[in-house]
C-alpha cells in the first residue's frame, strides 16, 4: 500500500511539474534576470492574439512565457513569444510539405485544394533578437566586427543561475516540429543567453536561427550574435536521420547562410545633483 501511495505521489508530481508556474529572478551586479514560466495561453486570448496578427497561432503558445535582463537604471533586453511571432515572415520563403502532391490529389474536388500553402508562414520562421526595453533610456545597437569569444564561454566557470524557457512550439500538422526557447547561464564575471529558433519539415528542410547574446561584467555593452544555418533533408543524405530531431547536433551540419555581429551599447546616466546642493 506504500509503494502504491509512493507510485500516485510520484505520478501527480511528474504530471503537475510540465504545467506548474513558476518564476525566478537572480541579481548579477546591476542586473535583475527575470525568467518567468506559465501555463499555455488561454483559447479565448489566443482567438483574440490570432485576429489581431491575421494568423492561425502555433499549438502552444507560451504567452505569459518571459525571460528578462533589466539594469537598475531602468533599460534592458527581453525575449516573449508574442514579439518574436510578430517577426514571422508573410508568405515570403514559404516552404511546402513533401506530401503536398498527394495532399492536393486526396483533395482534388475542394474548392482550397490549390492552397497547399496558406496565406502565412506556417512554419512560423522568425528572425527574432530580442525585445529592448528602457524608461526613457534604451541600449544602442550597432554593428561590430567584434565576436563573442566562444572558446573563453567553454572554459569551466561556476554557473550561478541557469533556467530554458519555451515560447511557442507547433508539430506543423504532424509534418515536423516549429519552436523556439531561450535559455541564460550567469557566471561570476559574464551571463550568457541563446535563443533557438529549430524547424524541422520532414523530408524538406531543417532551419535553425540563433541568437547568441554575452555580457562581460564592467563593460559597457553587450555582444549579440544572429546567424541562419539551413539545409535540405536531400543535402544531409551522409548526416544520420537520429540527429535530424536534436538541434544541438544536427546544427553543426548545417549550411551557415547568414551572421550578423552587433554591439548593444549601453546607456550613460549622468547623475544627478540634488536641488539642496545647488549653489545659492
Not at 71 to 86: M, P, Q, R, S, W
Not at 204 to 216: F, G, K, P, S, W
Request: some cysteine; proline content about 4%.
Amino acid at each position: 500500500m506504500a509503494q502504491v501511495k509512493l507510485m500516485l505521489a510520484s505520478l501527480s508530481t511528474m504530471m503537475s511539474h510540465g504545467f506548474k508556474s513558476s518564476k525566478q529572478d537572480f541579481t548579477f551586479g546591476p542586473w535583475k534576470v527575470t525568467a518567468a514560466k506559465n501555463h499555455i495561453m488561454k483559447s479565448k486570448d489566443i482567438e483574440r492574439l490570432a485576429e489581431e496578427m491575421s494568423m492561425p497561432l502555433p499549438e502552444m503558445l507560451f504567452g505569459d512565457n518571459i525571460l528578462r535582463i533589466h539594469h537598475t537604471d531602468g533599460y534592458g533586453i527581453e525575449f516573449n513569444a508574442v514579439d518574436a511571432l510578430k517577426r514571422v515572415n508573410n508568405m515570403e520563403d514559404a516552404v511546402k510539405v513533401a506530401c503536398a502532391q498527394e495532399w492536393q490529389e486526396s483533395r482534388a474536388d475542394s474548392e482550397h485544394s490549390k492552397e497547399v500553402v496558406r496565406p502565412y508562414d506556417w512554419t512560423y520562421t522568425t528572425d527574432y533578437r530580442g525585445t529592448l526595453i528602457g524608461e526613457g533610456v534604451q541600449i544602442q545597437v550597432t554593428e561590430t566586427a567584434e565576436r563573442i569569444n566562444m572558446e573563453k564561454l567553454k572554459a569551466r566557470e561556476q554557473i550561478m543561475f541557469f533556467d530554458d524557457v519555451l515560447l511557442f512550439e507547433d508539430e506543423l500538422h504532424d509534418h515536423g516540429v516549429s519552436m523556439i526557447s531561450v535559455k541564460i547561464r550567469v557566471m561570476p564575471t559574464s551571463f550568457f543567453l541563446l535563443l533557438r529558433f529549430f524547424l524541422r519539415v520532414d523530408g524538406v528542410l531543417i532551419r535553425i536561427n540563433d541568437t547568441r547574446l554575452y555580457h562581460e561584467a564592467g563593460k559597457n555593452y553587450m555582444l549579440r550574435e544572429f546567424s541562419t544555418r539551413e539545409s535540405k533533408i536531400s543535402e544531409l543524405k551522409n548526416v544520420p536521420a537520429s540527429l535530424y530531431t536534436d538541434p544541438n547536433e544536427i546544427a553543426q551540419h548545417l549550411t551557415l547562410k547568414l551572421t550578423v555581429c552587433e554591439k548593444l551599447e549601453l546607456p550613460v546616466i549622468e547623475p544627478q545633483t540634488a536641488a539642496d546642493e545647488a549653489p545659492q
